[in-house]
């Protein structure tokens, strides 16, 4: 007789794995992440299958069966294979107990009811039974359907009890919550878990850099990623990982004048970004210029000043906050490419709104092509997701603006390729005509030629770069050879 659930074990992979099960007299499940999303109706190609027995014999047996290759893992006792597109992954049902200072588990043999009590969540532990006598049957022991029905991230046992054991799984809550949101609907952590993860925020710190990043990036690349910062903010978790955000908190007030919130501004820079960049319809890696969103402003606490007469300043922030990007980069284990990404788009966030107000000249036009290279685009839409008015005629003033700024950056672009410019005279070139070594003199002639390209004393041509090298050489005293 079929189940309400019947429908979602209908592929071949599941057939075969019930004969498998069947055969070798045990009891497999599929669990998790699969069943849930196919409760809320999402396609889902990661598929996770809990044995009770040997998870790693059972794959190989599925292996032979499918011809299929299969990878162990031996310390973390699972097998995975792929199989018409999807990723399946053995496991053998288990209990787990855990050591105070580690997150890593000892392990022992368990049923199907001890291997869900140790999942995170409720809507992680639903499983659907691929034994031969109730195929497809639902089993939720802890209203896992109704859980998700309801938009709630519960865990299955004691929330203390789960987060002191694993700690990564206050992030996961975290990321859930945000990852699971619709317009429709929000998930919510329950009030007992918030308080719990209020409690043990600090045993964040037995996890490693990459797993708290591992984490982070999952929730940059959800579709509103500020609900997981505010989040991680209200739970203390966040001043664990990223203090420097939660120095933008709050608003100081003197003589009854108070500056930008500067917390709330920059997560809503954050989802701008996030919009734009879904609209836009853009390929490749979001992330980076999610990070750049997201440190933008940390700057300004070290920067802030108040002057009577004139209110809050936050001047040379950019500059501070470029400076403390290698930093952060460095402790959460980011990548070196993407740090000096992100430390530009710090650097130069401020430009383009600069550019207009004091007047969108082709020589400053060409020195932010030629700091901003290739990422141009991207410090554009950074700088329109930075204007977060609630001034509608103040926000198209500025948009107008920027539209200016960048027909002025593409007539620019075409007329003297500045983007990734690269001086017309090298060392090598002025050493060969003037019969030098390395020295002062060569530095002094190449950034004199450098800025006159940019100023558009010259143009960006080999012909004129020289004659002008020339001169300058003869100012220093050099002679040709």
């Avoid at 809320?40 to 598929?47: A, M, N, V, Y």
């Avoid at 288990?94 to 809507?123: C, H, M, N, W």
């Avoid at 980076?288 to 070290?302: F, N, T, V």
Wanted: overall charge neutral.
């Amino acid at each position: 007789m079929p189940t309400i659930a019947s429908e979602f074990v209908d592929r071949e992979i599941f057939g075969l794995v019930r004969d498998v099960a069947a055969a070798r007299g045990v009891k497999a499940y599929v669990i998790g992440g699969y069943v849930r999303d196919c409760l809320l109706g999402k396609p889902c190609s990661d598929i996770d299958i809990v044995v009770e027995g040997s998870g790693l014999d059972f794959a190989g047996e599925v292996g032979r069966r499918t011809g299929r290759k299969v990878s162990y893992f031996k310390n973390f006792g699972t097998a995975m294979l792929r199989y018409r597109g999807d990723e399946i992954e053995f496991v053998g049902a288990r209990r787990e107990s855990y050591r105070r200072e580690s997150r890593k588990p000892i392990v022992e043999d368990g049923t199907l009811a001890d291997d869900q009590k140790r999942r995170d969540f409720t809507i992680n532990a639903m499983a659907l039974s691929l034994c031969a006598e109730d195929f497809g049957e639902l089993v939720d022991p802890f209203g896992g359907v109704r859980d998700l029905a309801e938009g709630i991230i519960r865990t299955p046992l004691d929330p203390d009890t789960t987060y002191s054991d694993d700690p990564l799984r206050m992030l996961r809550a975290v990321r859930f919550a945000t990852r699971l949101s619709t317009p429709e609907m929000t998930f919510e952590i329950v009030p007992e878990s918030l308080e719990s993860m209020r409690r043990m925020a600090g045993r964040l710190s037995i996890l490693s850099a990459e797993r708290i990043t591992e984490e982070l990036n999952k929730m940059l690349a959800t579709r509103k990623p500020s609900m997981a910062f505010r989040l991680m903010e209200e739970t203390g978790l966040l001043r664990h990982i990223l203090p420097e955000l939660c120095a933008l908190k709050g608003v100081e007030t003197v003589e009854g004048r108070g500056h930008k919130e500067n917390f709330s501004h920059t997560l809503t820079v954050l989802d701008n970004v996030a919009a734009a960049q879904a609209s836009s319809g853009a390929a490749g890696d979001p992330l980076p210029l999610r990070w750049a969103a997201l440190l933008h402003d940390i700057g300004k606490p070290a920067s802030k000043r108040f002057t009577e007469g004139t209110g809050w300043t936050f001047h040379g922030h950019e500059i501070i906050g470029s400076r403390m990007i290698p930093g952060i980069f460095n402790r959460l284990k980011l990548p070196l490419d993407q740090m000096k990404y992100v430390k530009k788009l710090v650097w130069l966030h401020l430009r383009p709104i600069a550019l207009v107000d004091e007047g969108v000249t082709d020589s400053a036009v060409r020195r932010l092509l030629f700091d901003a290279g290739d990422d141009v685009e991207d410090l554009m839409m950074l700088c329109r997701a930075d204007v977060t008015s609630k001034n509608p005629a103040k926000v198209a003033r500025i948009m107008d603006n920027f539209d200016l700024v960048e027909r002025k950056l593409e007539e620019v672009e075409a007329k003297d390729r500045i983007r990734n410019f690269k001086n017309p005279i090298d060392g090598e070139y002025v050493m060969k005509v003037y019969g030098i070594g390395p020295c002062r003199e060569i530095g002094l002639i190449k950034e004199f030629v450098k800025e006159a390209v940019l100023d558009g004393v010259i143009g960006n041509d080999f012909v004129e770069a020289d004659r002008l090298m020339r001169r300058k050489a003869a100012e220093l005293g050099l002679k040709e050879v």
